[in-house]
Nanobody, 128 residues
Framework: QVELVESGGGLVQPGGSLRLSCAASGRTGSKYATAWFRQAPGTEREFVSAITESGSTKYYGDSVKGRFTISRDNAENTVYLQMNSLKFEDSAVYYC?????????????????????WGQGTQVTVSS
């Protein structure tokens, strides 16, 4: 059974930075792509960023491009989300998700479908 554990959330002032971590365990065999989504109260879950197994391909949502950076350390089975220049509207619960890196991932990475496994989420609050 694949398990994902997010960490690194917290309270930060506007313009500040946070780094989220997603530690995975239980994955075997196939290559896995990993993504970050977020959800604020009363809104739908929003795609933030995704990365392939090798780390060679990365995707970002329009609202975070140029501010957030996704990376991974496969030796540590961990994916990171470096968040800079944080804004009030970045406040949300951030979820890590992973799934087998099939051809479907490359066309549907913004959607929940490619991701079989989800973490419990970590809260990010941007406030002055």
């Amino acid at each position: 059974q694949v398990e994902l554990v997010e960490s690194g959330g917290g309270l930060v002032q506007p313009g500040g930075s946070l780094r989220l971590s997603c530690a995975a365990s239980g994955r075997t065999g196939s290559k896995y792509a990993t993504a970050w989504f977020r959800q604020a109260p009363g809104t739908e879950r929003e795609f933030v960023s995704a990365i392939t197994e090798s780390g060679s391909t990365k995707y970002y949502g329009d609202s975070v491009k140029g501010r957030f950076t996704i990376s991974r350390d496969n030796a540590e089975n961990t994916v990171y989300l470096q968040m800079n220049s944080l804004k009030f509207e970045d406040s949300a619960v951030y979820y890590c998700a992973t799934g087998r890196q099939t051809p479907d991932f490359y066309t549907h990475y913004r959607q929940r479908g490619p991701y079989e496994y989800w973490g419990q989420g970590t809260q990010v609050t941007v406030s002055s």
